[in-house]
């Protein structure tokens, strides 16, 4: 039976002579992170400068109404197209 023999060398053919591609993410420290984390940062952080415009509008919110922030809906929205994500507890 040296075709069965044939077989199982090809079946265990794992294509260790050509080298993984690595490309490189144009995050800073990103590079080991899963498929999704990046999908993810992708979607936070320019990929020209890397930088990212956060806006956090909830600080101390838990301690009550914070002055300008009662509406939410009528003070933050006109600020969305130039935030790259809004960060909220």
């Known amino acids: ?5 044939v077989q199982k060398e090809k079946q ?5 002579e050509i080298p ?3 490309e490189a993410f144009f995050l800073k ?3 080991n992170h899963d498929w999704g984390f990046k999908n993810r940062l992708a979607r ?7 930088k990212t415009v956060m806006l956090a509008f909830d600080h101390g919110y838990f301690q009550g109404p ?3 922030l009662e ?12 935030a790259d994500a809004l960060m909220l507890t």
């Open 1 to 5: 039976m040296p075709e069965a023999d």
């Open 12 to 16: 265990k053919e794992f294509y260790l």
């Open 20 to 22: 993984q591609k690595n």
């Open 29 to 31: 420290g990103s590079n």
């Open 44 to 50: 936070i952080f320019n990929p020209v400068s890397g």
């Open 66 to 68: 914070t002055t300008g």
């Open 71 to 82: 509406r939410i809906d009528v003070t933050i929205e006109p600020l969305v197209p130039h």
